[in-house]
């Protein structure tokens, strides 16, 4: 066994373990949960990063691209397999990313307490898992840990608004899991494995009951899905959760937690049952597209009447997965590859959002977007970091958003695909509406009158908790905060100049594991 094979496995097994570390330690230290967690997530990113070298660099020579690691060397089917491909490397890499950057911009906006930490752990394992699994029934697993520490982060916020936005995510999440699992039970009926590999090499030679089989575990797997990546009407979990989550809670889950999911249903649905498998099956391919479409609609136009600009975003992320799942269903290379790089810089452009909007929120106590007055003049940094991730949001050439979205585009075309092709069309300008609408309050409308607003030199709140003040005062940015903002405002214009470049990264992908054509 290498030791990178053996990197994979720490991957998800550190952050599960040292999660317990904050509420040890914290029996004789307090506020020890942060550096725990900093240390941890940076020890992450930099192991995921050297994985990153030698997966990606195994392109265009002779060896195997992918890393597996067989679990007590089990081989397939009854074994477990972890998988680290040009893809999930790719992902991985986004989360202990991100998840690391968002750790900064908590050291001083809070949450601090050691259980927060924990969770905040534990849910960066089970992604993790989520990412690097080859097994769907330890997809499940994985799926359940990201979710209990979910629901604990979003319950953790001030008031019962949390409370019952957790209590919503938890009924929905459960059913979602639910679905899933009976999804993978109907494949193991038919197949006899639970190992993806395996299962792509089964599915296509198995028999008309089993195929029947298999095709209902495919519809069973999809609804689940469908949930947990907000798909429309089956979204309304996720913008109470967005909106009552502790401000330093809300960039993670916004930026990772439907994101892992999306990149789950595509790791299942092309890399177990292949798009020949789902081609054939009657009104698959539709059912996928016409979810994914009615998604963008109803995401798009639901945010542009959003006040609240937190759920203006949430519905932004109904709207921008809903185009993933929708270019999932086209079943084209091109769609496939927009989707995939679509995945990656909606979660980096929603991690640099949510942390400037959660600042503002515990800094200044502004919410709404009419609140956002006169933001520009007093926080010149956050509002053109802002701004320039909203115009990714909308796909303005050069940021990483035009990128995913001009893919998805040539696959709609290529494919004849034409609602697809319209609702990219109709969503964009959608889009557009809600982000010229913001930039307009921020740089344009003059700051709300300070004295009819209470204010205060410092944030009133830590620990997650709302605050209020006015935006026409002047408050510092933390380091850590504004590092974050200008990263991920650099990275979603750097990444649009490297349209090629992510398609060369996915072309093993695509080939070896999806098996579609280049």
């Keep these: 066994m290498s030791s990178l094979e053996t990197l994979v496995v720490l991957l998800i097994v550190a952050p599960i373990l040292l999660s317990l570390a904050p509420i040890a330690l914290g029996l004789r230290y307090d506020r020890v949960g942060w550096p725990v ?17 030698d997966v990606f660099v195994a392109e265009g020579t002779n060896r195997e691209v992918a890393r597996i690691h067989v679990l007590g060397n089990f081989e397939a089917p009854m074994g477990i397999e972890l998988v680290a491909d040009p893809l999930s490397t790719l992902i991985a890499l986004l989360i202990t990313g991100t998840a690391f950057g968002v750790l900064l911009h908590t050291r001083t ?3 601090r307490g050691n259980t927060f930490y924990t969770a905040y752990l534990l849910l960066v394992g089970g992604l993790l898992g989520i990412t690097l699994t080859g097994d769907v029934f330890n997809l499940f697993v994985f799926l359940e840990i990201t979710s209990l520490a979910t629901y604990a982060l979003v319950a953790s916020g001030d008031g019962p608004e949390s409370a019952v936005a957790a209590l919503k995510y938890l009924i929905l999440g459960t059913v979602a899991a639910s679905l899933y699992l009976m999804g993978v039970g109907l494949l193991f009926m038919g197949t006899g494995t639970l190992n993806m590999a395996d299962l792509a090499a089964t599915i296509p030679t198995l028999e008309s009951q089993n195929v029947t089989l298999a095709r209902a575990g495919l519809a069973f797997i999809v609804i689940g899905f469908a949930v947990k990546v907000a798909q429309w009407p089956l979204h309304s979990w996720q913008p109470d959760a967005y909106q009552h989550a502790p401000d330093g809670v809300t960039p993670v889950i916004a930026a990772l937690v439907s994101t892992a999911s999306a990149y789950a249903l595509g790791r299942v649905l092309f890399g177990v049952y292949g798009p020949e498998f789902v081609a054939s099956t009657p009104n698959a391919s539709t059912v996928v597209v016409t979810i994914g479409c009615l998604s963008v609609v109803a995401g798009s136009t639901l945010a542009v009447i959003q006040r609240d600009v937190m759920r203006l975003l949430a519905y932004s992320s109904v709207s921008q997965f809903g185009l993933i799942v929708a270019a999932y269903g086209v079943l084209t290379d091109q769609a496939l590859s927009g989707a995939l790089i679509h995945l990656v810089g909606h979660g980096l452009t929603k991690a640099g959002l949510f942390v400037a ?69 109709f969503s964009t300008m959608l889009t557009l509406a809600y982000v010229a609408r913001l930039l307009e309050t921020m740089y344009v409308t003059p700051p709300l009158d300070s004295a009819a607003e209470p204010a205060y030199d410092t944030p009133a709140a830590t620990d997650g908790g709302h605050s209020s003040s ?34 060369d990264v996915l072309e093993p992908f695509l080939e070896s594991v999806l098996e579609v054509s280049s």
Excluded: C
Excluded at 37 to 53: D, P
Excluded at 470 to 499: D, E, Q, W, Y
């Design 109 to 111: 906006n809070g949450p």
């Design 37 to 53: 967690a900093t240390i941890t997530t940076a020890g992450l990113f930099a192991a995921v990063l050297a994985l990153a070298s």
């Design 357 to 425: 909007v959660g600042w503002i929120a515990i800094a200044h106590g502004a919410r709404t977007v009419d609140e956002y007055a006169g933001l520009a003049g007093r926080q010149p940094f956050v509002a053109g970091a802002m701004a320039v991730l909203l115009l990714s949001l909308v796909g303005i050439p050069p940021s990483v958003g035009f990128v995913g979205k001009w893919y998805i585009a040539l696959g709609a075309v290529e494919a004849q695909a034409w609602p697809v092709a319209a609702v990219i069309l």
């Design 470 to 503: 006015s935006i026409a005062t002047r408050k510092s940015v933390p380091l850590g905060t504004l590092t974050v903002l200008v990263l991920a405002a650099v990275l979603a214009v750097a990444l649009g100049f490297a349209g090629e470049l992510f398609v």
